[in-house]
Each structure stands twice: as structure tokens, then as C-alpha cells.
């Protein structure tokens, strides 16, 4: 199995290899917000929002309403950590497929010029290496999308949760 992921990693050439080395990288920050978010670190820091929030026995004054804002603004710089990163990353995927496009078409038409067009055999490794790329990226960017997109859904309810959570009234 190995053997058939590298065998195909070249077909697709170097530039496969950068999709692959983003897409690691994309999928480990989305799974360490998945984990932050269903295994306890938000939790954690909600309850910790909140108990600030509580302990305080006056909240309706000006001062306590900025009290309010920072506490809401320090969890969402927690909840939102990464999320732009993760963004940034789906939308270099389909970029590098493209830019795998250029480089096999650049390949074909080296071909092309070096035997005249009259070597098939040699320009489908050309049209191996812009095909196999760009349908990386895309299928690479299409699954960040669909984590991304169920991530923000999650930061944007638990935006609104802990501010619903943490009322002025006693």
C-alpha cells in the first residue's frame, strides 16, 4: 500500500507533495478545534468566563459591562483561534492544484518541443502531473471546506451561548 501512495505521490510530482504536507497540516489544526471543543478545553474555559463573570456582585454598571465585553472577547480569541489559518488553508488548496496544472503543462509542451509533438507516451506523464494535482487540491479543499463550515457553525453557537450565559441580572 505504501508502495502504491508513493508510486502515485510521483505521478503527481513535487508539487503533490506540497498539497499533501498542507493537508496534513490543515487537518491536524482542524482536529485540535474538534478536540478543544468536544473533549473538555472549551468547557474549561467557558466555565472560567463564566465563574469571572458570576463572582462579580455588581454587573449592571458601565464598569462591569466592560468587564462583560473583555471576558466575551478573551473567549472569543479562544474559540476562534486557528479558525483563519484554517480558512487559509483551504483556499491555498485548489491554488496549488492549479499551480500542479501549470507545472504538468509546462512538462507537456517541454515535451512537445524536444520531439516535435510526436511522442503521446511521453506527454501523458505531462498531463498525469497537471490532472493529478488539481484533483488533489480540490478534493483536499472541498473536505477542509466541510470541516471549516461545521467549525464556524460551533464557534458562532458557542459565541452566542456564553454571551446569552452571562446575563446582567442577579
Given at each position: 500500500?505504501?508502495?502504491t ?38 468547557s474549561?474555559?467557558?466555565s ?11 454587573r ?12 466575551l ?39 512537445m ?14 498531463v498525469?502531473?497537471s ?15 466541510f470541516?471549516?463550515t ?14 446569552d450565559q ?5
Open positions: 500500500m505504501f508502495e501512495i508513493l508510486a502515485f505521490m510521483d505521478k503527481g510530482g513535487n508539487v503533490l507533495w506540497v498539497i499533501a504536507t498542507l493537508v496534513l497540516f490543515m487537518w491536524t489544526l482542524i482536529i485540535e478545534r474538534f478536540i478543544y471543543f468536544y473533549l473538555g478545553g472549551w474549561t474555559d467557558r472560567a468566563a463564566i465563574d469571572a463573570w458570576e463572582s462579580r456582585a455588581e449592571g454598571s458601565w464598569n462591569a459591562k466592560q468587564i462583560r465585553r473583555k471576558l472577547s478573551e473567549a472569543r480569541d479562544f474559540i476562534n483561534e486557528n479558525m483563519s489559518l484554517i480558512a487559509t488553508c483551504v483556499a491555498l488548496c485548489p491554488l496549488l492544484g492549479l499551480l500542479g496544472t501549470v507545472t504538468g503543462m509546462i512538462e507537456v509542451f517541454n515535451v518541443a524536444v520531439t516535435g509533438g510526436g511522442d503521446a507516451k511521453s506527454m501523458a506523464g505531462g498525469q502531473r490532472t493529478i494535482p488539481t484533483m488533489a487540491g480540490m478534493v483536499a479543499a472541498l473536505s477542509g471546506l470541516a471549516n461545521a467549525l464556524q457553525r460551533i464557534t458562532s453557537r458557542e459565541e452566542h451561548l456564553l454571551e452571562m446575563t446582567s441580572d442577579h
